[in-house]
T-cell receptor, first 112, second 112 residues
């Protein structure tokens, strides 16, 4: 069983829709939770970075962490065609913040 | 304000040759991480280095792969006697040690 499981997708939504991207994990030591966006043939771009449980909002993006359920989500409001990309969740433990464990990614397409 | 730099961006090698991938971290960052990404998969951790030290190499294959981050110059990921299964995108990330990792554009290695 993988330490981090991510909804595989692909996901296709109309422009303006609310998008929900989700990951579950099994390692209770994870304390730092990240979401990256990766365009085709590019490097991952850090979108959201949260520590422990709770919500964090940045513009159209909201990250949620529920440590009791070992479940994290990224919500995208008013989705745009430019949001079309692969979204990767990642997490790391408190003792070794350097090593991140990634989900396999969810590919999102936002249709105009 | 240069980000993480990687070169070459594309590298083609024949089976049995050596591949050298270079990574220059963001200014002020002394922590470097290497990840490998196979098609349609997430990023898999390989190695975590600080200047002149390997902190965690738990993701490195036992043979043919090595990494260094010298006092001066970029970090190097070296793959000896490459095989077709080594074909992948190799990403480098850097951080200040606070947890957030910033990725470079990657090196796409093709082994013929």
């Amino acid at each position: 069983q993988k330490e981090v499981e991510q909804d595989p997708g692909p996901l296709s939504v109309p422009e303006g829709a609310i998008v929900s991207l989700n990951c579950t994990y099994s390692n209770s030591a994870f304390q730092y939770f990240m979401w990256y966006r990766q365009y085709s043939r590019k490097g991952p771009e850090l979108l959201m970075y949260t520590y422990s449980s709770g919500n964090k909002e940045d513009g159209r993006f909201t990250a949620q962490v529920d440590k009791s359920s070992k479940y994290i989500s990224l919500f995208i409001r008013d989705s745009q065609p430019s949001d079309s990309a692969t979204y990767l969740c990642a997490m790391s433990s408190n003792t070794n913040a350097g090593k991140s464990t990634f989900g396999d990614g969810t590919t999102l397409t936002v249709k105009p | 304000n240069a980000g993480v730099m990687q070169n070459p961006r594309h590298l083609v090698r024949r089976r049995g040759q050596e591949a050298r991938l270079r990574c220059s971290p963001m200014k002020g960052h002394s922590h470097v991480y290497w990840y490998r990404q196979l098609p349609e998969e997430g990023l898999k951790f390989m190695v975590y280095l600080q200047k002149e030290n390997i902190i965690d190499e738990s993701g490195m294959p036992k043979e043919r792969f090595s990494a260094e981050f010298p006092k001066e110059g970029p970090s190097i990921l070296r793959i000896q006697q490459v095989v077709r299964g080594d074909s992948a995108a190799y990403f480098c990330a850097s951080s200040s040690g606070a947890g957030e990792q910033f990725f470079g554009p990657g090196t796409r290695l093709t082994v013929l």
